[in-house]
């Protein structure tokens, strides 16, 4: 290759190179692997190596400077770079939004503002005739947490790049920023059709062409470290016995403030564009505008970016990255929220440090000191004790949080937690809640060691700690098991059928320390809900109203939920009758413990179709010292019993008659019929005998349709039965 052709050559490189540096760094795209690029990078290496005199300053071979530096130029900035003030709550916004409206009303007609053309609403507010109407809308960008730096380019070429400092006078760390990818050495020329789509007109192109060429443009925006940078770089450092850095805002400072560019290189730094200043001649209509033509001259935005027509979609905004910021490779702590007509900003002006134009909209803290008020065990799948610390709700991280996990007495010990403690709690995005640290200063005196249990919360049998472990155990292998299939028997549709609670949902409640017994589905509130997984604010409302709604029982269901052995829904309703006829005056489960406490044995037995096991079971469940607490319990809890229904025991030509189903019904679920024959005094058996009355067969009956006609059964069809009970 002669000089001719190689200079060629490293011009198309350059371009080549800074091409896909757009795409993998601005655009978040690929076309060619990272290998080929850095042969690229290699061949523009050698070649510049060759004929220094082809080396530019927006070479990517000058990102890395090897040459360390003594110390930092100072740098002024013009304009300054400002603050912003924060809002903490909707409430703030609004305060904000009312103070701006105030303002733009009071624009006088004569003010000439650029930009009153292309926003009727702007122009008929600033007009001042309109004062009731006036309409503002926003351009809503994350807050970065990172470090702010300001990047002058004069010529379309990156000439130098500064820290914040105090706004005013910066340092000088160009050397270090070129080491950044997505900061561009060389401005990127827009074509006139990108240009027209983000709605600069012909003249505004030609401009913005003229500044690039032959101007200087300043960019403002934010230099950052990526979370899975910082986890790499401290994985890296712990192994090699190096010092960790403490977040990404503090490795990005560290390497932006680095001497030596070469370790600045090393850390991989981003950088983000929230403003451009000094390009006043083009006259931009919005600050989405903007930023849009920020990406167009090869910085890198955020797609996050939103244009918000008013504050409900601001706060619509702000509500999901606060809930979703994990998502985001990079530290967030807010949304930036800035009013997006430009014409408003010098109107709005500036006061003391900040804007009035913008705001920071904070996401709520992660870390929030709440109380500690007592400590509850939860049994898991494998009989494991955990400890759930029960605290004063609070908000962190944007969740109300009333529980929170303890994990095991080692790190109750660690953290030196006792009840009545002034805790730290700490949520991030959508991690766990936990305690991160205990205020002891904070004591009075009238705080109290956390015990372990000697026998288990949920059935009673001794806890044992298996030498060499952490971990409490109870000894009953069945424990969680049983407690699950009792909790989901009372939940659901035969018995108490509460709405939204299915056996998936009880577990979670089981799992979290919620519930322990059937009594405590009743002491739930939004609270407890609200930070569990898959629960949302409306689904938790949702929940606790279903359960509020069936706090009044129907005697037979609240018979057959308590799950006594033996006791189906026949018997169940047997029950229910036999007591209702004992004692017509039942209003409160006192009244029902003293009712089946003074039935003998021998009185179960003479009901019909309760034999001697079914009757000494029953009789033994209310003669049950936890049984009975559990039922006082529930009185406790707001559990109202409701007299049988006066249906139930008419006599009609259903009374007495034992009806199987068998087949898939249409018109009718097998709940409803089965209610339906109850109402009528009819019976419901499971299997077919001489002593069934009538077989009710669906579409694909089973074996019990054949079994009935063996044994002469009256069989009849859903049509029949509908009749019958019509
Ligand atoms: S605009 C006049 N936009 O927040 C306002 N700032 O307190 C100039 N920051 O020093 C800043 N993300 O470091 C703006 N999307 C964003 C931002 C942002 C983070 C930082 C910036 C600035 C501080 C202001």
Not at 117 to 133: E, L, R, V, Y
Not at 151 to 175: M, P
Not at 378 to 400: A, C, D, N, Y
Not at 529 to 556: C, G, T, V, Y
Request: aromatic share 6%; hydrophobic share 40%.
């Amino acid at each position: 290759m002669n000089k001719q052709e190689s200079k060629n050559r490293v011009e198309k490189l350059k371009k080549e190179i800074n091409h896909h540096r757009y795409l993998y760094h601005v655009m978040d795209r690929q076309e060619i692997s990272e290998g080929a690029l850095d042969s690229l990078k290699n061949e523009l290496f050698k070649l510049e190596q060759e004929y220094p005199e082809f080396i530019t300053a927006d070479s990517p071979t000058q990102r890395v400077e090897g040459r360390p530096l003594d110390k930092f130029k100072k740098i002024a900035h013009e304009p300054a770079m400002l603050s912003l003030f924060d809002a903490f709550s909707a409430q703030d916004m609004k305060d904000w939004e009312s103070r701006a409206k105030k303002i733009k009303s009071q624009i006088p007609t004569s003010l000439k503002l650029r930009g009153a053309s292309i926003n009727p609403n702007f122009a008929k507010a600033a007009s001042g005739k309109q004062k009731s109407q006036v309409i503002l809308d926003y351009y809503c960008e994350l807050k970065f947490d990172g470090l702010a730096m300001s990047l002058n380019y004069v010529n379309g070429i990156f000439t130098q790049g500064a820290t914040r400092g105090d706004g005013k006078v910066g340092e000088d760390v160009t050397n270090n920023l070129k080491t950044i990818e997505s900061i561009p050495l060389r401005l990127r020329i827009p074509s006139e059709a990108e240009l027209k789509n983000i709605g600069l007109d012909s003249d505004q192109a030609n401009k913005l062409l003229n500044i690039i060429e032959n101007g200087g443009i300043i960019i403002r925006g934010e230099a950052l470290m990526a979370k899975k940078i910082f986890n790499e770089l401290n994985k890296k450092y712990k192994k090699a016995g190096k010092k960790v850095l403490a977040n990404p805002r503090n490795g990005a400072a560290g390497s932006i403030r680095q001497l030596d560019s070469k370790i600045t290189a090393e850390r991989k730094l981003d950088f983000y564009v929230y403003g451009i200043a000094g390009a006043d001649d083009l006259r931009l209509q919005t600050h989405e505008q903007e930023i849009k033509l920020a990406k167009l001259l090869g910085l890198k935005i955020l797609e996050s970016n939103k244009y918000c027509r008013n504050l409900d979609e601001v706060n619509k905004f702000h509500a999901y990255w606060e809930k979703n910021r994990k998502k985001l490779s990079m530290e967030v702590d807010g949304v930036v929220v800035k009013v997006n007509n430009l014409a408003l900003w010098p109107v709005l002006g500036i006061v003391g440090k900040g804007p009035r134009y913008a705001i920071a909209y904070k996401f709520a803290a992660e870390q929030v000191a709440t109380a500690l008020k007592g400590v509850v065990w939860q049994i898991g799948r494998t009989g494991t004790l955990t400890p759930i610390g029960v605290l004063k709700p609070v908000r962190v991280g944007g969740v109300t949080v009333s529980h929170v996990t303890l994990h095991n007495m080692d790190e109750i010990n660690r953290l030196g937690l006792k009840i009545g403690d002034t805790v730290i709690v700490e949520r991030a995005g959508d991690v766990i809640p936990k305690v991160a640290q205990v205020l002891p200063k904070m004591r009075s005196g009238s705080e109290q060691k956390i015990l372990i249990p000697k026998n288990c919360p949920i059935c009673g049998s001794q806890v044992e700690r298996i030498p060499g472990e952490v971990v409490l155990r109870c000894t009953n292998k069945d424990c969680y098991a049983v407690t699950l299939r009792r909790l989901s028997h009372w939940t659901s549709k035969a018995a108490m059928d509460i709405e939204g609670l299915g056996s998936k949902v009880v577990e979670q409640l089981v799992k979290a320390g919620l519930v322990s017994d059937i009594a405590d589905f009743y002491s739930l509130s939004e609270y407890d809900l609200k930070p569990l997984e898959r629960f949302a604010d409306k689904s938790a409302e949702n929940l606790i109203k279903a359960i509020a709604a069936k706090k009044e029982l129907d005697l037979a269901r609240f018979i057959y939920g308590l799950g006594i052995r033996h006791v189906g829904e026949e018997t169940a309703l047997l029950l229910a009758e036999r007591i209702t006829n004992y004692e017509l005056r039942i209003t409160n489960l006192f009244d029902i413990i003293k009712i089946f406490q003074s039935i003998r044995l021998e009185q179960l037995e003479e009901i019909e179709d309760i034999g001697p096991i079914v009757a000494k079971s029953i009789y033994d469940w209310w003669h049950n010292e936890k049984n009975i607490k559990l039922l006082r319990k529930l009185e406790k809890n707001g559990i109202i019993i409701k007299r049988q229904t006066a249906n139930s025991m008419q006599q009609s030509d259903f009374t007495g008659k034992v009806f199987v189903l068998t087949g898939a019904l249409n018109g009718l679920t097998r709940n409803e019929a089965k209610a339906k024959i109850r109402e009528l005094g009819g019976k419901i058996a499971s299997s077919v005998s001489k002593n069934t009355d009538f077989v009710v067969a669906g579409e694909n009956p089973g074996s019990k349709f054949n079994k009935a006609k063996d044994l002469g059964v009256n069989v009849v069809s859903e049509d029949d039965f509908s009749k019958m009970i019509e």
